[in-house]
């Protein structure tokens, strides 16, 4: 992570932007289900960065911090968008919140899918890891947890995907190893 | 030692979701931080100051529109007599029930005068505090004395009248 920021420079607010929007980005198009959305709370986040750039400390990763306040964003925002379908509101009498829409897989098997079905909590803690390759510490700043939160939300999160993607992944050829490293996270 | 948390779902996982996440390009957009945020909470905190400007520029418009003249103190006068207008105006509205009966008593008398008595019994009945004629309306109720008067000059005017003399002397001399 490009460090070097000083609180409150404009110059390196906007060095901050150029390194991690596309980053940032990225984690929330795994989260939202549309690109709109994304680029939206994006600039949200960035925009009240900015705002409170000059009481920022140096102590924290900066990138950490913006997807904090990014992944918040987006969690508030699917939050809303979820309330507002009556769609949601009537699948939620039938079953506790819980598990993906497998409707929505089946047309559109891919990863991405599989992530914004997941609660975005959890799906911004398996992205940070995997994608952008934050460890535990950075992922509890980036998040706001605890570190031991956050292996809770990686085993979580794991468990959830296996669930949506295994009636997807046969077909996807990814089915195999999957149920492989099903085992190995038995043992854990 | 973080590979526990990486090996539930391998690299097979982990090499899909870069790939995924790899073909979505951002838009790069104008920052919205450039442009929308810092202003507005300047302005936010101008609002106040923005409202009372705002507060203070309708009532000089008003005021301004009420008594014709662009100078304050005009304006403190006009209000003045207002307020002291709406302070009688209990003792003139009863008055008005009473004072029908003195313009049909003396219709073609008043017609065309009227209008000309009025803005100066507005003007005038500031110093006037004397006000002779409203104590004598006011004891009314003993309703010896009033009858007199209302059928005697048509109490409008014959108090318009006296107001006017009692105005000019009473500005005079409190003057």
Request: charged share 20%.
């Amino acid at each position: 992570m490009g460090e070097g920021y000083r609180p409150g420079s404009r110059e390196d607010f906007d060095r901050l932007y150029q390194v991690a929007y596309p980053r940032v980005y990225r984690t929330l198009a795994a989260i939202l289900r549309d690109p709109d959305e994304a680029e939206d709370c994006t600039q949200d986040a960035f925009a009240q960065a900015f705002q409170a750039w000059s009481r920022w400390r140096p102590d924290a990763p900066a990138e950490a911090w913006i997807h904090r306040i990014a992944v918040n964003r987006a969690i508030s925002y699917r939050r809303r968008a979820r309330l507002r379908t009556v769609g949601e509101v009537i699948r939620r009498l039938g079953k506790p919140s819980h598990g993906g829409d497998p409707a929505e897989i089946a047309v559109q098997p891919d990863l991405l899918s599989a992530l914004r079905v997941i609660p975005p909590k959890l799906a911004a803690a398996i992205v940070l890891r995997h994608y952008h390759g934050y460890n535990n510490r950075e992922i509890a700043t980036a998040l706001g947890v605890s570190e031991r939160t956050v292996g809770s939300r990686l085993r979580q999160a794991a468990d959830r995907l296996r669930v949506v993607l295994e009636p997807s992944s046969f077909s996807l050829g990814a089915g195999s190893a999957l149920s492989d490293h099903q085992e190995t996270y038995a043992e854990d | 030692m973080p590979r526990t948390e990486q090996d539930p779902l391998g690299p097979g996982f982990e090499w899909r979701l870069r790939h995924a996440l790899n073909r979505v390009q951002p838009r790069f957009s104008t920052p919205r931080y450039a442009s929308g945020p810092a202003p507005s909470v300047r302005s936010w905190r101008l609002a106040p100051a923005a409202l009372a400007l705002g507060l203070v520029g309708v009532l000089s418009m008003s005021a301004y529109a009420a008594t014709g003249s662009p100078n304050p103190a005009v304006w403190t006068r006009q209000a003045v007599t207002v307020i002291q207008s709406a302070g009688h105006a209990p003792a003139t509205v009863p008055g008005t029930e009473a004072t029908p009966p003195p313009v049909k008593a003396s219709p073609h008398a008043g017609v065309g005068t009227a209008p000309t008595h009025t803005p100066e019994q507005e003007s005038t009945p500031r110093p006037e505090p004397s006000d002779s004629p409203r104590p004598s309306s006011r004891p009314e109720p003993s309703d010896s004395p009033d009858p007199r008067d209302r059928s005697g000059s048509g109490w409008g005017w014959g108090w318009g009248g006296e107001t006017q003399g009692s105005g000019r002397g009473g500005t005079g001399s409190g003057d």
